[in-house]
């Protein structure tokens, strides 16, 4: 049996797929690659594990660049750990660094709450004994709700020496694209955990009227993060209202990249 299944989610053609042309790079082989372009990154997701021919599953995004000796050492984790959080690096020094500290989960390895779509490991088991990706979610905290469940079955591990540099946005326009994307299915995370609707829009007015929210450690970072506030508010008020009107069932589709 393949030792690994990596399962990546892209509606990329295959030669820009940057995480395949890094994992020909690394030195181990005993993998495979599922790569699927299906609408949503669950579905996507879903779809691999279904496909996948060993029970260690590994999930990168298509611009997750994986370490050296990163195959190896999420081939002797899976050996142990039944769900592995790995490290995620930003790799530029630049404005957008500063909103990724929800990466910084430590510097050494530990028990943790939380693992990210494009960067973490899972046995089949899991899947069969706490469910699949929820593919109501189209993009945006699918990471969270799944790991909401995992715990109550198994621990969660986080290796800092899984490591991969994967840019968690392009630009501060990117970022404020993110941050609207993902805000806008956070009214369906609340609904799945009972948050009653007055409070969401409780939430979302706090948000927008939280002036710390608008200010930054210098003009660029300013700018970048009260436009991020503002996105979030458009994102999830649009997410409210959408819900709204289809009395809380399934959202419109967005895509995921």
Known sequence: MTELSVIIPTLKPEDEIESLRRLERLAFDDYEVIVRDDDR?????????????????????????????????????????????????????????????????????KYVSRFWGCNMLVRREVFEDVGMW???????????????????????????????????????????????RMERQTPHYWDRVGRPRSQQWVDTVRLLLDPFKYVGYSAPHTVARAGRTVARVAGRTSGLLDSASTGGGRRRDLPFF
Do not use: Q
């Open 134 to 180: 929820d593919e109501e979610i189209t993009w945006g905290h699918e990471e969270k709700e799944l790991a909401e469940r995992v715990l109550h079955e198994y621990p969660i591990y986080y290796d800092p020496d899984l490591l991969v540099y994967h840019a968690y946005a392009d630009s501060i326009v990117d970022l404020w694209r993110k941050a609207y």
């Open 41 to 109: 990154a669950t579905t996507a997701r879903n779809e691999g594990i279904e496909r996948a021919e060993s029970d260690k599953l590994v999930f990168l995004d298509d611009d997750s660049l994986p370490a050296e000796g990163y195959l190896e050492r999420a081939a002797e984790l899976l050996d142990r750990e039944a769900a592995v959080a790995g490290r995620v690096v930003h790799p530029r020094d630049d404005v957008v660094k500063r909103f990724t500290g929800h990466y910084a989960l430590a510097d050494s390895a």
